[in-house]
């Protein structure tokens, strides 16, 4: 949620600032709204002022032997006034919550405006593979090799899903165990959150009430309370831990990663691109959270993003670090980095993960904050980044190392997991 005082003070330059991601933002309703709730607030304490004021008059009067029935008839015209006050002020605060709740996040000064277009390319690992012979797709490979059974799990529930089997499960699983290990060893606390939230943890997340439609419901009941879905991302439970508490700033960093699966409701369209495992309903993430100080926010972002690499770099898998602009970062971010892996045989990149920094933005909406060594309260931050997602992995992992025979060669860190050193 954006601070509400950087509107009042310089609503142009958030104006401008929303406007590099293409939100055309009307501030002059939020800042009315503002003004509305305070004028509310202000004549509401006068009204009580005035109230407390005539019932300090009461004893006197009545020791004085007057009549006090007019008196307590202005009391009552008070308190009903102040009644409706109460219930206006009510009215005005929730829209102008819902308000401030839909505005996405302010983006960092140095991110470029526009869409994909302005994504920028920071650094390129390792060489494309080259090959001598024709090479196979991820759904060849894995159906030829039976690490995958695409029609089965189609069977069982429909596009957009798929069954691992055989080593193709242990494969996946190796790969998760990577993932696990390597962050354990990097002194980051495992969690394994529910995979079932209440809408407080998508509201705090920034993904609720805007995007509610892209999530799957477990219930339908009508009320805040009744609304539970299943988490599209371990972030979304991550940086809700410590919604409404006050940690001590000698408690950050908090630095925390998670394995979920991940439940998505759009799994995309039926293009060649988009085949087998890229993109589907359900699919295994292991994210990382940090909830730091703005201080050390930078510096957490930097360290999340070299993780990630070095899980790619790990597998020995050709990849590109891309800065995005403004308008691809999600409405949540400040800024994000993307690590885009080389799918051979679609002669693309694909994200397999996104590095950001939600700055205070998060923060705020899930009231998470920090009492610093002078006793001041402030906001944290939060960051996140998937280390990594193995749905676009996997398809990367047995492409870019295929073998003429049909074979794919394990990479190093997977083989003491895996057992083998081949897939055949």
């Not at 960092?108 to 690992?125: M, S």
Request: hydrophobic share 40%; with cysteine.
């Amino acid at each position: 949620m954006i601070d509400i005082n950087l509107i009042r003070n310089d609503a142009e330059a958030v104006s401008a600032a929303l406007a590099k991601r293409g939100c055309d933002a009307d501030l002059g309703e939020i800042l009315g709204l503002d003004a509305k709730r305070r004028d509310i607030i202000g004549r509401t304490e006068a009204l009580k002022a005035e109230k407390n004021k005539v019932s300090a008059d009461i004893p006197k009067l009545k020791k004085a032997g007057e009549n006090v029935e007019p008196i307590f008839a202005k009391m009552r015209a008070l308190g009903d006034e102040i009644s409706a006050n109460d219930e206006l002020l009510k009215q005005t605060e929730n829209t102008l919550n819902t308000a401030l709740l839909c505005l996405p996040n302010i983006p960092d000064p140095d991110v470029d405006a526009g869409g994909k277009e302005n994504n920028k390319v920071v650094k390129v690992w390792g060489k494309k593979p080259e090959f001598d012979f024709p090479i196979k797709n991820h759904v060849e490979l894995c159906e030829s090799l039976k690490l995958i059974d695409y029609e089965r799990g189609v069977k069982l529930a429909g596009n957009g899903s798929w069954l691992y089997t055989g080593k193709g499960a242990l494969l996946e699983w190796a790969l998760l165990n990577y993932f696990i290990s390597t962050h354990t060893e990097d002194g980051y606390t495992f969690v394994l959150p529910p995979h079932m939230l209440n809408y407080e943890c998508g509201l705090g997340a920034g993904q609720f009430p805007k995007f509610e439609e892209d999530v799957y419901r477990v219930e339908t009941v009508e009320g805040a309370a009744a609304r539970r879905f299943m988490l599209p991302t371990a972030e979304t439970a991550l940086v809700n831990l410590y919604r409404g508490e006050i940690l001590g700033e000698n408690e950050l960093p908090k630095k925390l990663f998670a394995y979920t699966p991940c439940y998505r409701k759009e799994a995309g369209s039926y293009r060649a691109e988009e085949r087998g495992m890229i993109r589907g309903h359900q699919f295994n993430k292991v994210e990382m959270v940090q909830v730091t100080t703005p201080d050390n926010s930078k510096a957490a972002f930097e360290e999340l993003v070299n993780k990630a690499c070095a899980l790619v770099e790990g597998l020995g898998l050709h990849y590109r670090l891309s800065k995005l602009a403004a308008g691809d970062c999600s409405a949540s971010m400040a800024r994000t980095y993307d690590i885009e892996i080389w799918i051979p045989s679609m002669g693309i990149y694909k994200e397999v993960s996104s590095v950001s920094n939600a700055n205070d933005y998060q923060a705020r909406r899930n009231m998470t904050r920090y009492r610093g060594a002078d006793g001041k309260i402030g906001y944290v931050h939060t960051l996140n980044g998937s280390g990594l997602a193995t749905s676009r992995i996997l398809p990367a992992l047995v492409e870019q190392n295929q073998n003429s025979d049909g074979s794919v060669n394990v990479p190093e860190v997977l083989r003491g997991f895996l057992g083998v050193d081949r897939l055949v």
